[in-house]
């Protein structure tokens, strides 16, 4: 009786053992052999029962016992004998796994029909064997590996006194065996904790030196407290110890308005309703100093508890850099003033709200003078002066700006345009009346001013620009301060325009309308001639008898008229035609870019009609190429897009013309799916200055950024053509290469190229 009941505790012993082995390998699985004898000792719990069915007096009872013993056995011995494998940290290869496994099979095969003794003395000494093969390679670990070599020797030896002494110490063996099982476990634990301990002491070890080199910032945060923070964290914030900010950083760094968003954002991470979160924004050092950052945060454990690890990027200077390219691309150098191309932007913008107001251009009457009698500083000095009295007198009534040399532009958003723009050449007679002061000298001025109003004077920037400008030269001829209205010049605009408007319908019946071709060509390098990429096309009006009319006034007749869409259809089949006749007389075409109106746009039957009048035609939709204005975009950004998706997803390009000019530009590359930007004629305009130059450069880095083509349109001289070529764009548009070609001429081009427009063309002279 006392024997069976040190058979069921040895077998509890080798259960509770190999639990426990196994619980603590599944909090640890790099600690595999753990797994490895905790599944041995597991198995070694079946020893009891195949003892007891050994003792029966039925033989096939006896033999199930002796096979479950040899099984047990031999598989346990191969366990153990990998578990340490992996506690000397030389795992078995598969082929020394594979070798073991055979002998191991083959051993059990031999041992079964021997019976017992032989069947059960052989296994105990294999397994005496890999107990010393374990103590060998266990010794020069020292510590718990060595004290787990020993014992495992020691447990495969006392299985053998049964054999050696007799069974009256069979007691005794389990007794021991139970002991030394537990001594067993107890080593093995301890070594997965002291390598458990050594592997989180390295992996800090080395995020610490990580961080601590790092030119990011890094930081592990836990609710309202910061459990760590990196050097470079600390110089961003201006700190020299993590002491001066455990507690209310986030009060004194980050905006008020922004602090319950980083809260829920933290909670987000830390209950693991998101892997990881990416934000950026204003921030300010602990002295006050307003930075510019970069955040990735996701959580880690941090002495055990949950916490959430941050990644901080100073982007203050690359911020500033971009702050400071826009303000030099939209700046007048000089004066500080907003330049044209910040007029431009702000007329398109208002006349696309539809706002009144009143622009006021003023040019500095004799200027020339100034230079010539005091030299090129003192007029400098004039226009510096004058821009700051001119923004002073007109501060909360109207914006100043600069369009060049001596001409200065004011514009006043009013609901009554005509009224504002009489206050604004008050003030200016106001200034002018008194002598400008300058160190050492006084100068008294004169000013001509021409005044445009939107919506009488004209609907669009470059309208309304011309007409102030005009307006302007005409009050030149009136000595002294003098003004000017736009009204004669919008009245003879408004016939040219009224007799278009009533003669387009019978333009459009009588096919009065054609088409002429100007080149896009690639410029690889100044050396290598350029070569042919596709044409624009573009529409004329020659009325019989009255000479041509210009696009400027018969493209807003249409579109007020409604007869946008019939001449819009006009121009996309004359050009579909004309790309189906190339095809047929050299076998290939290029693209050609036809462009859109905004209210062909907004037409829901538009993508049908173009697919349609391509199909009629024969013509792929890889050679038609649609341009859309950027002022048509940003009015209508929900239609557009839908319309060029539907049209990109058949094959047709579609490309943002006057790109550059537009404050929105940026945010339309983002959302809509294009596949060219079209850089505007007034940035190609001051190339080669070197403010320009980077301008281009900054929108083609963009548009490579974003996959997508450049164009410039406009180019008439070679210094702008090997600018924009040195800023990234190589494909250009412009007098330069050519005017636009009638269709026997563009013909010619076209032959000269091969299919696929892979040859370069000798321009014509």
């Not at 095969?109 to 294999?126: E, I, K, M, N």
């Not at 929105?664 to 596949?675: E, Q």
């Not at 281009?696 to 090997?722: F, R, Y």
Request: with cysteine; proline share 5%.
């Amino acid at each position: 009786m006392t024997v069976d009941w040190v058979y069921a505790a040895n077998a509890a012993v080798c259960l509770g053992c190999g639990a426990a082995l196994l619980l603590a390998w599944r909090r640890d699985h790099e600690q595999a052999f753990l797994r490895m004898m905790g599944l041995a000792f597991l198995l070694h719990a079946a020893l009891a029962p195949a003892y007891a069915l050994m003792q029966s007096a039925q033989p096939a009872v006896h033999l199930s016992g002796l096979a479950v013993l040899v099984g047990v056995a031999v598989l346990s011995a191969g366990l153990i004998l990998m578990g340490v494998s992996y506690l000397a940290e030389r795992p078995l290869t598969r082929r020394e796994q594979r070798i073991v496994a055979l002998v191991l099979v083959i051993g059990a095969l031999a041992l079964l029909p021997l019976g017992p003794p032989q069947a059960v003395v052989t296994p105990a000494l294999l397994n005496a064997l890999f107990g010393a093969a374990a103590l060998v390679w266990l010794w020069p670990r020292g510590g718990a590996e060595r004290l787990s070599g020993v014992l495992l020797v020691a447990l495969a030896l006392n299985a053998l006194q049964v054999f050696v002494v007799g069974p009256e110490v069979a007691e005794r063996q389990l007794v021991m065996g139970m002991v030394l099982r537990l001594g067993v476990t107890l080593a093995l634990l301890h070594a997965a904790g002291r390598r458990s301990a050594e592997a989180s002491q390295l992996a800090r070890v080395r995020f610490e030196r990580l961080t601590e080199h790092s030119h990011q910032g890094v930081a592990v945060i836990r609710g309202e407290h910061m459990l760590y923070a990196n050097p470079a964290l600390l110089r961003i914030y201006g700190l020299g110890s993590l002491q001066e900010v455990r507690t209310l950083w986030r009060e004194a760094t980050m905006p008020e308005a922004e602090r319950a968003a980083g809260r829920e954002r933290h909670r987000r991470l830390l209950c693991g309703e998101t892997d990881r979160e990416d934000w950026s924004g204003l921030r300010y050092r602990f002295d006050g100093t307003p930075i510019r950052l970069r955040f990735s945060a996701w959580r880690v454990d941090w002495d055990g508890e949950p916490a959430e690890q941050v990644v901080v990027s100073d982007e203050t200077a690359e911020h500033d850099a971009t702050a400071a390219l826009l303000h030099q691309a939209t700046h007048d150098e000089l004066t500080g003033l907003p330049n044209r191309s910040a007029l431009l932007a702000r007329l398109r913008e208002l006349c696309a709200a539809e706002a009144g107001f009143a622009l006021l251009l003023l040019d500095v009457d004799r200027f020339k003078l100034f230079n010539e009698a005091h030299g090129p500083s003192v007029g400098d000095a004039v226009l510096r002066a004058l821009a700051v009295q001119l923004a002073r007198s007109q501060q909360g009534h109207a914006e100043t700006m600069r369009l060049g040399e001596d001409e200065f532009a004011l514009l006043a958003p009013a609901d009554d345009p005509e009224r504002a723009a009489y206050e604004l050449a008050r003030r200016v007679r106001d200034l002018l009346a008194v002598p400008l002061a300058l160190p050492g000298h006084e100068f008294f001025l004169d000013a001509s001013m021409g005044v445009a109003l939107h919506p009488v004077h004209g609907r669009g920037a470059e309208a309304l620009l011309r007409a102030a400008n005009a307006a302007m030269h005409e009050a030149k001829s009136v000595p002294g301060t003098s003004l000017q209205f736009a009204e004669e010049r919008f009245e003879r605009g408004s016939g040219v325009t009224l007799l278009a408007e009533q003669a387009l319908r019978a333009g459009l019946k009588n096919e009065e309308f054609s088409l002429v071709y100007q080149p896009k060509v690639e410029v690889r390098s100044a050396a290598r001639p350029p070569r042919l990429v596709g044409f624009e096309a573009l529409v004329r009006w020659d009325p019989p008898g009255r000479g041509r009319i210009s696009p400027l006034e018969f493209v807003p007749a249409s579109e007020r008229t409604g007869m946008v869409r019939a001449l819009g259809t006009l121009i996309l089949d004359r050009a579909c035609a004309q790309l189906a006749q190339w095809r047929r007389d050299f076998g290939h075409a290029v693209p050609v870019a036809v462009n859109v109106s905004p209210l062909q746009l907004l037409d829901p039957d538009f993508a049908d009609e173009v697919l349609h009048v391509l199909d009629r035609h024969g013509v792929p939709p890889a050679l038609l190429s649609l341009e859309i204005t950027e002022s048509v975009a940003v009015a209508h950004m929900d239609h557009a897009r839908g319309r060029i998706a539907r049209l990109r997803a058949h094959g047709i390009e579609v490309a943002l013309d006057d790109f550059g000019t537009g404050f929105s530009s940026l945010n339309m590359l983002r959302s809509l799916p294009l596949h060219t930007v079209k850089i505007d004629r007034s940035l190609v305009e001051p190339l080669p200055a070197p403010d320009a130059t980077a301008v281009v450069k900054a929108i083609c880095d963009l548009a490579t950024t974003l996959d997508l083509d450049v164009i410039a349109e406009g180019v008439e001289s070679p210094a702008q053509s090997e600018a924009l070529r040195a800023a990234g764009c190589r494909l250009m548009q412009g007098y330069l290469f050519a005017r636009p070609l009638a269709p026997a001429e563009a013909a010619r081009w076209l032959d000269r190229a091969e299919p696929g427009a892979s040859a370069a063309l000798r321009l014509p002279g």
